[in-house]
């Protein structure tokens, strides 16, 4: 049985950063809690505030529903995996894993039966005679994870373990640590700012911004029930489109988006064209992505900018005449379109990038909207063919100005 609880927590650094701002979290018995977010989002230092490497500066820890900030590091069972391997580069496999067991005093022969069972489970058994020097990426990384689960420890906290491996290798492993820490039953938080690892790893994920926490969900609700635009735009490939729409309520009888010339019907027996009608007359955010479109309908019009092909998909990026929200953030993910010179060149004599608002979500620009919808493998389409497009209804998230989902029942 292991949990973690964060209550509160707020770390402030003494030139006056707020590394983490107020974040309550529950870690349930077993589960991979991931927490997600851009570089200096607070993650790792909220880690190290689990570990017992950071005091925070209000807030409490709860270790098995016991306050914890006065345990010492070492006594608090818990085991962290760092994405530098830290492994000893002078002794074997065998003699790093072994490392805690020797350091715990655990007799010889049950020191080398817990190595050889802990590196037939990770697929190195072969390799116990090497010296890290002799390993590759991936195996070193092995190694690291079997000197932590060694240990037996009731809590693995994990900090981007597969940030230093290239692509291939990180979807390998992430499949096999998120089957292996599952096989333990070890509460495990994991830290990544990679969403397609987030995605793959978690059984829920909790999304970090500027130290403060966004949501928190399983991959399916977060990805489908974004609470903001932020986590909206963090999610997902390709990116959502945040279209900037204004709300018209006809009558009190038909809710329409205005996204750039053109009207987008939201249904009556929609529930949440209700909650939309509040907003009559004033600008929201509309997000699409592209499992939310069609080609061929007729709910939206657009012209082909280009097809990007991906062998068994393309995807066609659309322009609509819409402009697209951008959120503004130096450390956080950017919506850009990608931009071909043409398009640059037309667009310098109109800018298409202006601060429009500053929100609790941060700096908003506009851009021009290229909308992404998905098609067959091979396309017979030229740039700047006309195509009608459908929408999902059920699909499409609405954001206020702020960021905010707008939903029905929406906390
Ligand atoms: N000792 C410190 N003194 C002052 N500021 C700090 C200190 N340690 C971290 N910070 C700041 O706190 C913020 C959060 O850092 P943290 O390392 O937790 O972020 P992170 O999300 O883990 O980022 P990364 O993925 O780059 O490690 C950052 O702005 C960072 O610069």
């Given at each position: 049985?292991?949990?973690?609880?964060?209550?509160?927590?707020?770390?402030?650094?003494?030139?006056?950063?707020?590394?983490?701002?107020?974040?309550?979290?529950?870690?349930?018995?077993?589960?991979?809690?991931?927490?997600?977010?851009?570089?200096?989002?607070?993650?790792?230092?909220?880690?190290?505030?689990?570990?017992?490497?950071?005091?925070?500066?209000?807030?409490?820890?709860?270790?098995?529903?016991?306050?914890?900030?006065?345990?010492?590091?070492?006594?608090?069972?818990?085991?962290?995996?760092?994405?530098?391997?830290?492994?000893?580069?002078?002794?074997?496999?065998?003699?790093?894993?072994a490392?805690?067991?020797?350091l715990?005093?655990?007799s010889?022969?049950?020191?080398?039966?817990?190595?050889?069972?802990?590196?037939?489970?990770?697929?190195?058994?072969?390799?116990?005679?090497?010296?890290?020097?002799?390993?590759?990426?991936?195996?070193?990384?092995?190694?690291?994870?079997?000197?932590?689960?060694?240990?037996?420890?009731?809590?693995?906290?994990?900090?981007?373990?597969?940030?230093?491996?290239?692509?291939?290798?990180?979807?390998?492993?992430?499949?096999?640590?998120?089957?292996?820490?599952?096989?333990l039953?070890?509460?495990?938080?994991?830290?990544?700012?990679?969403?397609?690892?987030?995605?793959?790893?978690?059984?829920?994920?909790?999304?970090?911004?500027?130290?403060?926490l966004?949501?928190?969900?399983?991959?399916?609700?977060v990805?489908?029930?974004?609470?903001?635009?932020?986590?909206?735009?963090l999610?997902?490939?390709?990116?959502?489109?945040?279209?900037e729409?204004?709300?018209?309520?006809?009558?009190?009888?038909?809710?329409?988006?205005?996204?750039?010339?053109?009207?987008?019907?939201?249904?009556?027996?929609?529930l949440?064209?209700r909650?939309?009608?509040?907003?009559?007359?004033?600008?929201?955010?509309?997000?699409?992505?592209?499992?939310?479109?069609?080609?061929?309908?007729?709910?939206?019009?657009?012209?082909?900018?280009?097809?990007?092909?991906?062998?068994?998909?393309?995807?066609?990026?659309?322009?609509?005449?819409?402009?697209?929200?951008?959120?503004?953030?130096?450390?956080?993910?950017v919506?850009?379109?990608?931009?071909?010179?043409?398009?640059?060149?037309?667009?310098?004599?109109?800018?298409?990038?202006?601060?429009?608002?500053?929100?609790?979500?941060?700096?908003?620009?506009?851009?021009?909207?290229?909308?992404?919808?998905?098609?067959?493998?091979?396309?017979?389409?030229?740039?700047?063919?006309?195509?009608?497009?459908?929408?999902?209804?059920d699909?499409?998230?609405?954001?206020?100005?702020?960021?905010?989902?707008?939903?029905?029942?929406?906390?």
């Amino acid at each position: 049985m292991s949990t973690v609880g964060l209550q509160k927590i707020t770390k402030a650094f003494p030139d006056g950063t707020v590394a983490v701002d107020n974040v309550s979290l529950d870690v349930r018995d077993g589960e991979v809690m991931v927490l997600l977010g851009p570089s200096g989002c607070g993650k790792s230092t909220l880690l190290r505030i689990i570990a017992g490497l950071e005091d925070p500066t209000t807030g409490q820890l709860l270790l098995d529903g016991e306050p914890a900030l006065d345990i010492p590091p070492r006594d608090r069972h818990v085991a962290m995996v760092f994405q530098d391997y830290a492994l000893y580069p002078q002794l074997t496999v065998a003699g790093n894993i072994a490392f805690p067991l020797r350091l715990a005093g655990v007799s010889v022969e049950e020191q080398s039966e817990r190595v050889a069972d802990v590196a037939a489970a990770l697929g190195i058994g072969e390799l116990l005679n090497r010296k890290p020097s002799q390993l590759s990426g991936g195996q070193r990384q092995r190694v690291a994870m079997g000197r932590a689960i060694v240990r037996r420890p009731r809590l693995f906290l994990m900090d981007e373990p597969l940030s230093s491996l290239d692509s291939g290798l990180r979807a390998e492993l992430r499949a096999e640590i998120s089957s292996m820490v599952r096989d333990l039953g070890a509460t495990t938080v994991y830290v990544t700012h990679d969403q397609a690892e987030a995605l793959t790893v978690a059984d829920r994920i909790a999304i970090m911004r500027r130290g403060v926490l966004q949501d928190v969900g399983t991959p399916a609700e977060v990805y489908g029930r974004p609470a903001t635009m932020y986590v909206a735009a963090l999610l997902g490939t390709p990116k959502i489109n945040l279209l900037e729409a204004v709300v018209h309520v006809y009558d009190g009888s038909r809710v329409a988006l205005r996204i750039g010339e053109q009207e987008l019907n939201v249904p009556w027996d929609d529930l949440r064209a209700r909650a939309l009608a509040h907003y009559h007359g004033e600008r929201i955010v509309v997000g699409l992505r592209a499992e939310a479109l069609v080609a061929g309908g007729h709910e939206l019009r657009g012209r082909v900018r280009y097809v990007e092909h991906h062998g068994h998909e393309s995807l066609a990026y659309l322009d609509i005449g819409a402009f697209a929200v951008v959120i503004d953030d130096p450390t956080g993910p950017v919506t850009a379109p990608k931009l071909d010179r043409g398009f640059l060149a037309r667009f310098r004599k109109r800018p298409d990038v202006q601060t429009v608002a500053t929100t609790p979500e941060g700096r908003h620009t506009r851009r021009r909207a290229e909308l992404a919808v998905r098609l067959g493998a091979a396309p017979d389409l030229q740039p700047g063919a006309p195509m009608g497009i459908g929408v999902h209804m059920d699909r499409v998230h609405f954001f206020d100005w702020a960021g905010a989902r707008i939903d029905v029942g929406w906390r």
